[in-house]
């Protein structure tokens, strides 16, 4: 799938491309930009606290932290690769309107990155 948003060069703006055009994108990574800041603010007393388990079950504060946060950010990385769809045309939670008006929007937008780069 070609990335119509080149200011976004990580793996979450490459999936969001896949189901937004590049004039609508900002509203929904706004969003997951936003929780991750709501993340680190929510964890790092977690992450204070399950430092002071140092000692605990003779294994250091680190290890704890390691494994308390580690486990579900990657069951939840591995869940992800079987929930999450493809692209659109996967989604199981659009209906064949949604899927043809994204076949549109896709498509036009498609068309003016290559007039655009066709210009430059």
Known sequence: MISTCHHLP????????????????????????????????????????????????????????????????????VAMLYVLPKDFAAAKFLGTQDKAWLTQVRLHSLQVVVQTQSLS
Do not use: K, M
């Open 10 to 77: 990580d793996l979450t703006g490459h999936y969001l491309n896949s189901f937004y055009p590049a004039d609508a994108i900002t509203l929904p990574y706004s969003l997951i930009e936003a929780a991750v800041g709501v993340a680190n603010v929510a964890g790092a007393p977690l992450a204070a606290a399950l430092l002071l388990l140092d000692g605990t079950g003779s294994w250091a504060g680190w290890r704890w932290l390691f494994l308390v946060e580690g486990i579900p950010s990657v069951a939840t990385g």
